[in-house]
């Protein structure tokens, strides 16, 4: 158990809807970062906040938008849904520690199935 | 850019068998390597890493070794168990500025072992 929790673990939705993931980080870690992983693109980072701040941007959409919130917890909102869209979306956190030797721990997940 | 590039699989080796995922990196600076894995049904859990050059990481037998003259962190284990199979992915972290980090994943390497 790496201490991360994300919820919903699945959740199956239909085109052109809008769906929220939610991600509560390990206890005293201050970023939050948001990947997604599918099939044909392997893990692409999307977005990191750093105790409510946008720090990094990836590959994310318009359609999708995230935030953290001031207990640390964060969501990432998915709209106007695709088939494409179908993915696993993890979320990661970690404490920084000033260099890259930062180890980031990751949940188990959210498994979205667009139809 | 920063990249990774893993071995293609997918890897099936029989039990006790050595095994070598092989991992070449292109970056800037000096990165930080991990390796991630993620067993069937689960999320990505972090194997090793290692923060600078000639840094070996090890954890549950398997060892990588950082490369900075061949940008290289292959993975090895000496004898694999059924209970090794998963993905397995490469990845590099590299600081930006402001804070903002993100890690750079290899497309990931199935691994499947026999009894």
């Known amino acids: 158990d790496s201490g991360v929790t994300q919820t919903p673990k699945h959740l199956i939705t239909a085109t052109g809807q809008r769906v929220t993931l939610r991600c509560s980080p390990r206890?005293?870690?201050?970023?939050v970062y948001w990947y997604q992983q599918s099939l044909d693109q392997g893990l692409q980072f999307l977005i990191q906040y750093y105790n409510g701040e946008e720090r990094a941007k990836g590959n994310i959409l318009e359609r999708f938008s995230a935030q953290q919130f001031p207990d640390l917890h964060s969501e990432l909102n998915l709209s106007s849904l695709e088939l494409g869209d179908s993915a696993l979306y993890f979320c990661?956190?970690?404490?920084?520690?000033?260099?890259?030797?930062?180890?980031?721990?990751f949940g188990e997940g959210s498994w979205l199935t667009v139809v | 850019g920063n990249s990774v590039t893993q071995m293609e699989g997918p890897v099936t080796l029989s039990e006790e068998a050595f095994l070598t995922i092989n991992c070449t990196y292109t970056a800037t600076g000096y990165p930080s390597l991990f390796w991630y894995v993620q067993y069937p049904g689960e999320g990505l859990q972090l194997l090793l890493k290692?923060?600078?050059?000639?840094d070996k990481g090890s954890n549950k037998g398997f060892e990588a070794t950082y490369r900075k003259e061949t940008t290289s962190f292959h993975l090895e284990k000496g004898s694999v168990q059924v209970s090794d199979s998963a993905v397995y992915f490469c990845a590099l972290m590299r600081r930006q500025n402001q804070g903002a980090q993100k890690l750079v994943f290899g497309q990931g390497t199935r691994l499947t072992i026999n009894p």
């Open positions: 990661a956190s970690s404490y920084p520690s000033g260099g890259t030797g930062n180890t980031i721990y």
């Open positions: 206890s005293g870690d201050l970023s």
């Open positions: 290692a923060t600078k050059a000639d």
